[in-house]
């Protein structure tokens, strides 16, 4: 399962836009009521009130319209922004023309719709958007509804010029909404680039482990002869030396890491089988710690391992293919080297439930990672260690990020490290019908 990797910020989608113009039409109409209201009553200008009200009551009855359609889950299709554009162009060339037309300080807004349209839209819509807000314009030049003069406030004796007032607030408004449009618009490209680059080095990372399967997968083909070789070999020298007790233990030992290697071969076979076949088995996150624990011991002896199991999570049945495992043992291996490094073999394993996300944290007690590194974890083959091969984080993340999860490194407290691994719990927890 791959996660789906969502836009963020300001998106580029044709929903967002819609829900934005629905945000700004409600503005707008807050606006426009407000200038009516101050045109007609404050300064007492014989504007045609009613007709303006009905243009307005059309722009509120539409948004309530777009509202709902905000909330059906199909598809926007193409031509909707447009029309929704097209619309508001429309209303706000009405209300010019029976307010001045080309004269109103107000008609620079008309460039409003083409700014959005450029942000989210291709390049014909855009066109066509710029197309009806230029000839709206060329129209309120020959037609519209002239306004009435003002030039003297009242009794205050103030000299109030309406034009040169209403071009500073037409301009305030298009300076802000421009402003913050582009900004977002920015901040998207630049999550976009970041979100590029972060593919690139993901699929670079996965090329590599692909390549290094497809030889792991040709050495475990070649190596399974000769290990049944020295299996059998040392089986008979057993039996000829039976009479040294030092000789039987040292053969019991070599055998025993003769079929272990053997297992792992299996193990190697059956983990590309299952990913191949997309076969799972669905195991209690308890079960899952518990073979976690035993690979580990089998593993590292020599470290202290410590398990904690939240007893609400430990009941969930997820989903498990052997890579998962693999992945936290590796978690656990790396702990061990950071904690023996530094002259301490604990090493802390917890799993948790938080919220629909199981929670996997694994802590070490080494000298710690540096910010950069840990940053950078888990997408290259990168190592600390003299005589790593940087694998472990490498395959770890990648097993995270086919469930849906993530793979984080964070400081611990009191020194050393620890690797947090999160996956949705909703897309494993649905076991299949057992027959």
């Not at 080095?201 to 020295?230: F, K, M, Y």
């Not at 992945?327 to 802390?348: C, F, K, M, Y």
Request: charged share 15%; proline share 3%; glycine share 8%.
């Amino acid at each position: 399962m791959i996660p789906h990797q969502a836009g963020r910020s300001w998106p580029h989608g044709r929903r967002q836009l819609v829900a934005t113009l629905a945000w700004l039409r409600l503005c707008a109409i807050g606006g426009q009521l407000v200038t009516i209201a101050f045109v007609a009553q404050v300064l007492g200008l014989a504007i045609p009130v009613t007709r303006l009200l009905a243009a307005i009551a059309v722009l509120a009855l539409f948004n309530l319209l777009v509202l709902w359609r905000l909330r059906q889950k199909s598809a926007m299709a193409g031509w909707e922004p447009v029309v929704h554009i097209a619309i508001d162009t429309l209303v706000l060339g009405y209300l010019l023309y029976l307010t001045g037309g080309a004269s109103n300080p107000f008609v620079s807004l008309l460039v409003m719709p083409i700014t959005l349209a450029a942000t989210a839209l291709p390049l014909r819509s855009v066109a066509i958007v710029a197309t009806l807000a230029v000839a709206t314009y060329l129209l309120l030049m020959r037609f519209s509804v002239v306004l009435p003069e003002v030039s003297d406030a009242g009794s205050s004796g103030l000299f109030f010029n309406l034009h040169l007032t209403g071009m500073a607030i037409s301009f305030a408004i298009t300076a802000g909404m421009l402003g913050f449009f582009i900004a977002r618009l920015a901040r998207a490209l630049r999550a976009q680039q970041a979100e590029v680059e972060h593919e690139r080095v993901r699929a670079l990372r996965d090329e590599g482990i692909l390549a290094i399967a497809t030889q792991a997968a040709s050495t475990a083909h070649e190596l399974n002869t000769p290990l049944s070789t020295i299996r059998t070999l040392l089986a008979e020298l057993a039996r000829e030396n039976s009479t040294s007790a030092t000789l039987q233990a040292d053969f019991k030992l070599l055998i025993g890491q003769a079929d272990r290697c053997r297992d792992i071969l299996r193990e190697l076979v059956k983990v590309g089988s299952n990913q191949l076949a997309g076969i799972a088995e669905w195991i209690s996150v308890a079960e899952l710690c518990a073979a976690t624990r035993d690979s580990f011991s089998l593993l590292r002896p020599e470290a202290e391992a410590s398990f904690t199991i939240d007893e609400e999570v430990g009941a969930r049945r997820i989903a498990v293919v052997p890579a998962l495992q693999h992945a936290i043992v590796n978690l656990l291996n790396n702990a061990a080297d950071a904690s023996l490094a530094n002259g301490d073999a604990r090493v802390e394993m917890t799993a948790r439930a938080d919220g629909d996300i199981l929670e996997i944290q694994v802590r070490d007690h080494g000298r710690g990672m540096r910010a950069a590194s840990a940053a950078a974890s888990g997408f290259g083959f990168q190592t600390t260690k003299h005589d790593g091969l940087g694998l472990g984080l490498a395959l770890a993340n990648a097993t995270a990020e086919r469930f849906g999860g993530t793979l984080n490194a964070v400081a611990a407290a009191g020194g050393g490290t620890r690797q947090c691994l999160r996956l949705p719990l909703p897309r494993l927890d649905n076991p299949p019908h057992e027959h």
